[in-house]
Every structure is written in C-alpha cells, then in structure tokens.
C-alpha cells in the first residue's frame, strides 16, 4: 500500500472512531471468512464487499466535507460575534462630549432647520 492511501486510511479511521464507527474500508477489504461446504460464493462476496467499501468512501469524503465546512462557520461566526460586540461597544467620548448628547442636539438643530424653512416664503430665490 503506498504512503498517501496509508496516510488517507490512517485520517479516516481516526475520524470514524471520533463519530463511534468501527469499520472503515481497509477493515472490510481485509476481512477473512471461513469456509463451509454449503457455504457463499467468495467472488459474490468480495464483489459486495467492495461495493460497501465504495460508499464507506463516498461517507467518509462527505463527513470530512462536512466537518471542514462546519469549522469554517465556527470561524464565520466567532467573527460575527466579534464584530457585534465592537459595534454594541459605546462611542468614546472626544473631548469631554457625550455622543447621546450631541445626537440630542443635532436632532434639535435638525428641528429648528425644519421650522425656519417653513417660516421662509416659498420663492424661487431662496429655494
């Protein structure tokens, strides 16, 4: 067996003894019966033998994708958490100006705009 399947088996029996699996593909491929008189045909068996380790393969290639893009939202909303937590952080004060007071006055200023503006005769040159 060559180093990157061995390695690739090594990586998928470590997984599945993570998730409480207990065959994997090499297992089952390795899997010797005995023989009996009236006993199955050893062809048949292999050839279903290797149609299990086939989808083991495909379940494997589908719960290391899984768990590769499960770790990637972790990471997304670890990030997301960070970025609520310094937008819920309040603004610093600057100068010794409470930034609720001055949104306070601004909505005042904006206030009394609105009131000039309606005081104003409505002509072409102020507009």
């Given at each position: 067996?060559d180093?990157?399947?061995?390695?690739?088996?090594?990586?998928?029996r470590?997984?599945?003894?993570?998730?409480?699996i207990?065959?994997d593909?090499?297992?089952i491929?390795?899997k010797e019966?005995?023989?009996k008189?009236?006993?199955?045909?050893a062809?048949?068996?292999?050839?279903?033998l290797?149609?299990?380790?086939?989808?083991?393969?495909r379940?494997?290639?589908?719960?290391?994708?899984?768990?590769d893009?499960?770790?990637e939202?972790q990471?997304?909303?670890?990030?997301?958490?960070?970025?609520?937590?310094?937008?819920?952080?309040?603004?610093?004060?600057?100068?010794g100006?409470?930034?609720?007071?001055l949104?306070?006055?601004?909505?005042?200023?904006?206030?009394?705009?609105?009131?000039?503006k309606?005081?104003?005769?409505?002509?072409?040159k102020?507009l």
């Amino acid at each position: 067996m060559d180093e990157h399947m061995k390695r690739r088996l090594d990586k998928q029996r470590k997984l599945f003894s993570q998730l409480g699996i207990t065959l994997d593909a090499l297992t089952i491929h390795e899997k010797e019966f005995g023989m009996k008189l009236r006993g199955y045909d050893a062809e048949e068996v292999d050839t279903f033998l290797d149609s299990v380790i086939k989808d083991y393969e495909r379940f494997y290639a589908t719960i290391a994708d899984l768990m590769d893009k499960w770790q990637e939202q972790q990471l997304e909303l670890r990030d997301l958490k960070e970025q609520v937590k310094t937008a819920a952080a309040p603004a610093p004060v600057i100068r010794g100006i409470d930034p609720q007071e001055l949104e306070e006055i601004v909505v005042r200023l904006e206030g009394n705009l609105r009131q000039l503006k309606d005081r104003i005769p409505r002509t072409e040159k102020y507009l």
